[in-house]
């Protein structure tokens, strides 16, 4: 399968450039606030750094709905925490060795630490969220973790089998990973004091671009470069979770075949046996199939940004919002 090309993220980014940097800053101030022996842990946490997809959808909304408030500050920033907490616990559920290229959370200070230290994330963000005056940051953002926590959930529950329907695959992406954005397009309507139907339509818009990034992310799993990637690949295939590219695989095969793909799976071997025959081209079409779901996918979200009435703003975040589809890593 021929990936389509990424653009770079910087310079979609480009934009946002003082509020991203704001957002840094803020973060580690609001980590620093954190018990001296817990330091360490949250420094080498904060090298994980990601691209701040989530907190930039929450400034550019913004934007498309009148302006940043002092309030999206904060809403970007509990939105990267909450997700940082979530790696932390993600990472020990997958067994996964590294993440940025450098060695997991748990690897490096054992799976206690992980998670009370993921707990204690979670905790700092909603901490945080108490000191709006206005309550909806702290129930929406409560809505959206138990979502997330559900969902990860259902996903552990499911392990080993083989034959999940996309009902629960959908139902599990719209979890763990999309209430995150969805949440985080909802907030930065409101707080910039914009209609409902607009915080209907951002929602919505966060909600299927954030189901895409986790198909975009099931797709580099299989097929991915861990060189490029920056970490552990493989995992789901491992782990016994079936993903969208390995369900699409599994509905092509003739019922001989996935018998023996079944058997692979049961047996935890390595994905590189799926690209080989009597696999591979099947494989191959699974992952153009998976590809074209996340371009609709897209298609669908970055309609409703039309309700937005910053057209500017909401040219940039669809270019962000197309983004997530040739990412790479």
């Known amino acids: 399968m021929t990936l389509p090309a990424s653009p770079a993220l910087a310079d979609l980014l480009a934009p946002l450039a ?44 913004a934007q498309a709905c009148g302006g940043i ?5 904060i809403i970007a920033g509990i939105v990267e925490l909450i997700h ?12 996964a060795l590294e993440r940025r290229a450098l060695d997991c959370l748990h690897v490096e200070w054992g799976s206690h630490a992980a998670v009370l230290l993921g707990d204690w994330v979670y905790s700092r963000a909603f901490a945080i969220s108490t000191t709006l005056d206005d309550p909806t940051c702290s129930r929406v953002f409560a809505d959206a973790s138990m979502r997330v926590c559900a969902g990860e959930i259902h996903q552990n529950l499911t392990r080993g089998r083989f ?44 909600l299927l671009a954030g189901r895409a990034f986790q198909m975009v992310d099931d797709i580099l799993d299989l097929a991915g470069d861990e060189a490029r990637v920056g970490k552990s690949l493989g995992t789901d295939w491992a782990r016994g979770k079936m993903t969208l ?41 699974a992952l153009a199939e998976s590809q074209q779901e996340v371009e609709s996918l897209l298609d669908e979200s970055i309609e409703h940004l039309r309700h937005l009435p910053q057209q500017d703003a909401v040219e940039t975040l669809a270019a962000l919002t197309r983004y997530v589809g040739s990412r790479r890593r």
Do not use: I, N
Request: hydrophobic share 40%.
């Open 84 to 95: 940082a907490a979530s790696l932390m616990h993600d990472d020990l559920l997958d067994e």
């Open 245 to 285: 590219p390995l369900m699409r695989l599994r509905d092509r095969l003739s019922p001989e075949v996935r018998e023996q793909m079944e058997s692979a799976f049961a047996q935890g071997a390595d994905r590189s046996l799926l690209f080989a025959e009597p696999f591979a081209k099947d494989c191959e079409a």
């Open 163 to 206: 034959h999940l329907g996309q009902e629960d695959y959908l139902d599990q992406v719209d979890g763990k990973t999309a209430a995150l954005f969805e949440a985080g397009g909802r907030l930065a309507v409101h707080y910039a004091g914009g209609t409902q139907e607009q915080a209907e339509a951002a929602a919505k818009h966060g």
């Open 18 to 61: 003082r509020e991203l940097e704001d957002l840094e800053q803020w973060l580690r101030e609001s980590l620093e606030e954190g018990p001296e022996h817990l330091q360490p842990l949250l420094a080498h946490a904060a090298r994980f750094r990601g691209k701040r997809l989530r907190a930039a959808q929450v400034f550019l909304v």
């Open 69 to 73: 408030r002092p309030e999206h500050r």
